[in-house]
């Protein structure tokens, strides 16, 4: 993983808008309709290739393939293991039950998306015996970045966590939550081994915060402590042949616009954060639930071998953050890590989640990355003393 040594990089969380015609046919292929997979894996191609190209003209350092090919950051899975049949009943979060107008605004605002509470759920024992998707996947990206004229700093690829799978697709076969977890673990342990031959893999993990308000809301914060520290463990079983240096954690909780007054406090996850087997932590800093809390990274300042790739823009909303407020937001993370080469900027989260359910337009998102980019030379002059 690429330090900031000359200069702040910039990078973002992974998933990234995709075209209506793609999202429509990953929609209706996760919903069990027959689709053209000939003209869904062109779709596909040009998608990651046009994404590609416009991170890098966006000037972003580290690039990825915007999870174009997958319906949702998660939920793709079902598509690829065996093991997933009917449908869970994820209950939705707590901000959506005590703010019912806000819930009907937002049904009102994504009439049509992919399965998130509505997923398959685990109906046998879990297996990943076909990595055939997630090669081609990695195929596409490796001839998106040969097209380019100069490379990228980077590349990374995402990958799902084993708790926010287990949280997401529900389990209905396993004797317990655990079991499934670790099962999940020793067979996600394939996708990642293989992302991680040939890019920075960055594991997906909104598990270790948001599911606080979401399948685990009615436990204690300590209940719940003790729930994450297990699905970290899990997932550093996972990760055990991978080099820490090659592996980036994103927690989130909850990439949607939304009150987020039951969110768990930064400062109460960071002791499990760091206990991940993992080179670099990417975590909300943009957004007005958490900007203030960078004050928990001074409290408890993050072990020396892992970088910060700290939230400067927000992924929910279409305001697009002056590059004085991104490069401020960038001085206050270095302050808080005491290491400028440790800091890489970022976006709070993805800018496509799911098919279908985009908050910010395409244009705009571009617009963000540039203003990311012009906000991080801004901070590179001031950390760097250049006139």
């Avoid at 949702?72 to 598509?79: E, K, L, N, S, W």
């Avoid at 930064?266 to 002791?271: F, G, N, Q, V, W």
């Avoid at 990417?282 to 960078?294: I, K, M, V």
């Amino acid at each position: 993983m690429r330090r900031s040594e000359e200069r702040i990089l910039i990078t973002h969380v992974g998933s990234l808008p995709r075209h209506p015609a793609l999202a429509d046919r990953l929609i209706r292929e996760e919903a069990g309709e027959v689709v053209d997979r000939t003209e869904l894996h062109r779709l596909s191609e040009s998608a990651v290739r046009h994404v590609v190209e416009r991170q890098v003209a966006s000037g972003v350092d580290v690039i990825n393939d915007g999870e174009q090919p997958r319906v949702g950051f998660q939920t793709y899975v079902a598509q690829r293991m065996k093991g997933f049949g009917g449908e869970s009943k994820r209950p939705r979060p707590r901000d959506f039950a005590d703010f019912p107008v806000f819930a009907a605004w937002m049904a009102q605002r994504l009439p049509r998306r992919s399965k998130v509470s509505n997923a398959p759920q685990a109906i046998a024992d879990v297996a990943y015996d076909d990595l055939g998707a997630a090669e081609q996947e990695c195929r596409m990206f490796r001839a998106a970045l040969d097209g380019l004229g100069t490379p990228p700093a980077d590349a990374f690829m995402t990958a799902a966590s084993p708790g926010i799978i287990a949280t997401t697709l529900l389990n209905a076969h396993y004797d317990s939550h655990e079991a499934y977890v670790f099962a999940l673990a020793r067979q996600m342990r394939k996708e990642y081994e293989l992302v991680a031959r040939d890019f920075v893999l960055q594991i997906d993990a909104p598990d270790l915060a948001m599911e606080r308000t979401v399948l685990f809301r009615d436990m204690t914060a300590t209940e719940f402590l003790g729930i994450a520290e297990m699905h970290v463990a899990a997932l550093n079983e996972a990760l055990a042949a991978i080099p820490r240096d090659r592996i980036r954690l994103h927690c989130c909780w909850g990439n949607y616009e939304g009150p987020h007054i039951h969110d768990i406090p930064l400062a109460e996850i960071l002791p499990v954060l760091y206990q991940a087997h993992v080179g670099a932590l990417s975590l909300e800093f943009a957004n007005p639930r958490h900007q203030h809390e960078y004050a928990a990274l001074k409290r408890n300042p993050p072990p020396p071998e892992l970088l910060l790739l700290p939230g400067v823009v927000d992924s929910t909303t279409n305001y697009v953050e002056h590059p004085e407020v991104v490069a401020n937001r960038i001085c206050e993370a270095v302050d808080a890590v005491g290491d400028r080469s440790r800091i890489i900027a970022s976006s709070d989260c993805g800018f496509g989640t799911f098919a279908g359910s985009e908050l910010v337009a395409e244009d705009v998102v571009w617009e963000k990355l540039r203003s990311c980019r012009a906000g991080a030379d801004i901070a590179t002059r001031r950390l760097w003393g250049r006139a």
